[in-house]
């Protein structure tokens, strides 16, 4: 609650209490605010958040993850090569509520896909997901944690979140880099090394 004085033209003076424009945070977003991620996959995730509840979607998938890790990541961009290239996955990103991306809409991201060696399992239920995460993002994000825990970092970041994202061959970030003219298979053997 906010606090406003206000004085009429008479003299009088009124104290009101009104709620704050802002909502506080609730623990689930202090919890991905306080997780042991870099400040540019912190700004991703945010940026993410944000697009998936602007386009009115559900939950927030690779896709919002790949779109927002991209953005919010140079080292990221320079991963997937030339302006032109990064141009074009921005171009199919930004079609997603216009173009193809509309078969998405109202459908719920789930590949199934096994994780990758080495990776952690993937969740057993969607009780042990934060809500508002399709289980492909859930299970990307932590897949990152893991790989940035196996390399001795503290905190994981956009390229370890990248990594697991092309790991994942039927999520819809993939789908969006496949479609961009982006060979998947060879940029995740590339990103695999560093």
């Known amino acids: 609650m906010a606090t406003f004085r206000a004085v009429s033209a008479d003299g009088v003076e009124d104290v009101q209490s ?3 424009r ?3 945070q609730s623990d689930r977003f202090r919890a991905e605010r306080d997780a042991p991620l870099t400040a540019e996959l912190v700004s991703a995730v945010a940026g993410a958040r944000r ?3 602007r386009d009115g979607d559900r939950q927030l998938d690779t896709a919002h993850l790949l779109h927002s890790l991209i953005e919010a990541d140079p080292e990221v961009r320079g ?3 030339s302006s032109p290239r990064v141009a074009r996955v921005l171009g199919y990103l930004v079609q997603r509520s216009i173009g193809y991306g509309l078969r998405w809409q109202g459908a719920i991201e789930d590949s199934g896909a096994l994780p990758v060696s080495g ?3 993937p969740p057993s239920s969607a009780a042990s997901r ?3 995460w ?3 993002a859930h299970c990307a994000m932590e897949a990152a944690r893991h790989r940035a825990a196996l390399r001795g970092r503290d905190l994981a970041c956009g390229m370890d979140l990248l990594v697991a994202l092309t790991a994942d061959p039927d999520c819809r970030a993939v789908e969006v880099l496949n ?3 982006v060979d998947t298979g060879q940029l995740s053997g590339h990103m695999g090394a560093r």
């Open 51 to 53: 697009r998936a509840v």
């Open 18 to 20: 009104l709620p704050s």
């Open 134 to 136: 399709s289980p492909s």
């Open 79 to 81: 991963a997937l090569g």
């Open 179 to 181: 479609r961009a003219g």
């Open 119 to 121: 990776a952690p399992p």
């Open 130 to 132: 934060p809500s508002g």
């Open 22 to 24: 802002l909502p506080r």
